[in-house]
C-alpha cells in the first residue's frame, strides 16, 4: 500500500514538474526584471511604513515589512546562487 502510494506521489510529481518548466524558463529569462519590481514594491512599503509611523501613537515592531525585506534578501541570493551553478 505504501508503495502504491509512493508511485502515485512520484508520477504526480514527474507531471507536476513538467508542467512547470515553460514557466520555469519565462522566469529565468526575466529574473532581473522580476526582482527590479520586487525591489521598487518593497521600497513602497518601507515608505507607507515610514509614513504611517509619523503618528503620535507607539507602534509595534514592523513584522510584515520585515518580512518582505527577508523574503526579497533570499530571492536576491537564490538568484545569485542560481546564476554561479
Known sequence: MVAAALSGATSG?????RWFEPL????????????GISAALVAAGG???ALARRGAHAHGF???FS???ACFL?????I???RAI
Open 24 to 35: 520555469h524558463a519565462y522566469l529565468h529569462g526575466h529574473e532581473v526584471w522580476i526582482l
Open 74 to 78: 533570499i530571492n536576491v541570493a537564490i
Open 67 to 69: 518580512i518582505s525585506v
Open 62 to 64: 514592523p513584522w510584515l
Open 80 to 82: 545569485v546562487a542560481h
Open 13 to 17: 510529481i514527474a507531471v507536476l514538474a
Open 47 to 49: 515608505a507607507l511604513e
